[in-house]
């Protein structure tokens, strides 16, 4: 490789990681302000729009306040709000995770790649988990 090819490509790699850094921040941010400003005692939390609607959960109903109850270690109440972010945030930590890591180390970078069984299955047991959520509120 040509030395100025491999000044540009880490310069590029020095952005890339740089962007990362920002998004990671973010991301920190985010969570800091879950944690300091719980979405159950404050009401500038956007509301679900499909409940707010249709008055029907959508698989993502409650991740909020789920991530939220996490970030104060409060296991079952998470699992109260949202129990499908609950056991899919390890997944996609680890997703955003590798997706730094090749950001930050890799000349040419490419997002982690999802087996196309993995998201199948990831977008079923969402489907699975509305439907039974959405029918248990009906019987409950």
Same mark, same amino acid.
């Given at each position: 490789m040509h030395w100025?090819?491999? #000044?540009?490509?880490?310069?590029t790699?020095?952005?890339r990681c740089a962007m990362a850094n920002v998004c990671a921040g #973010? =991301?920190? =941010?985010? =969570?800091? #302000?879950?944690?300091?400003f719980p979405p159950e005692q404050?009401?500038?939390?956007?509301?679900?729009? #499909?409940?707010?609607y249709l008055h029907v959960l959508c698989p993502?109903?409650?991740a909020t306040r789920a991530l939220a109850a996490l970030l104060h270690l409060r296991w079952e109440a998470a699992l109260q709000y949202n =129990?499908?972010?609950v056991v899919l945030l390890p997944f996609v930590m680890v997703?955003?995770?590798?997706?730094y890591w090749r950001a930050c180390t890799q000349e040419d970078f490419a997002w982690p790649r999802v087996p196309a069984f993995a998201a199948a299955a990831g977008l079923a047991a969402a489907l699975v988990f509305g439907v039974v959520r959405n029918a248990a509120a009906l019987l409950g």
């Open positions: 100025e090819s491999r #000044v540009m490509s880490g310069r790699r020095g952005m #973010v =991301a920190l =941010a985010v =969570a800091g #302000v879950l944690y300091r404050h009401s500038f939390y956007p509301q679900c729009p #499909v409940f707010h993502g109903c409650g =129990a499908l972010v997703y955003f995770a590798a997706a």
